[in-house]
């Protein structure tokens, strides 16, 4: 599984010129599910993005000091089957690393579940529609992802 997490003051989602989902300061988060994808990943992810210290202090002397828990934030999530692109032949990106929508949906929702068991409020998208995706970046911060290398060591 991967999350492409960016902090910040505002996003939306739109769908047929309807917002499906909207927050103020908080993560937007794009998510992509792959074959493979299991529970754990699920709970990584979803571990790693309440509890990450992106935020500045209250003082404002350090820009990643606080959780989006901590400051009350919001999450908005969308489900992007573009994140397991393959690029490596030709001009036209292939999906077939991206789980098909018969398995991404259910885990999507899951996803949107175990984010809501944390208490933090959350927006959604709509999946597999067309959806435009309104944000102001606060930083710019934007974090990558990817519940395979939670067993990786770091290097040194």
Not at 52 to 59: C, L
Not at 112 to 131: I, K, L
Not at 133 to 153: C, F, H, W
């Amino acid at each position: 599984m991967k999350a492409v997490i960016q902090r910040v003051n505002s996003a939306s989602v739109e769908v047929d010129g309807e917002v499906t989902g909207s927050i103020d300061a908080g993560l937007m988060l794009l998510i992509g599910i792959t074959h493979d994808d299991t529970p754990d990943d699920i709970k990584y992810i979803v571990d790693k993005v309440v509890n990450m210290r992106i935020f500045p202090a209250e003082d404002g002397d350090s820009g990643f000091d606080r959780s989006v828990r901590d400051i009350n934030g919001s999450l908005l999530l969308v489900s992007q089957f573009t994140l397991y692109a393959s690029t490596r032949k030709g001009r036209r990106p292939g999906f077939t690393d991206a789980a098909r929508p018969e398995m991404s949906e259910p885990m999507f929702d899951d996803v949107v579940e175990a984010f809501r068991a944390t208490g933090v409020p959350v927006e959604t998208g709509v999946f597999g529609a067309m959806m435009n995706v309104k944000l102001e970046n606060a930083g710019p911060v934007t974090i990558i992802l990817d519940s395979t290398e939670r067993n990786s060591p770091r290097r040194g």
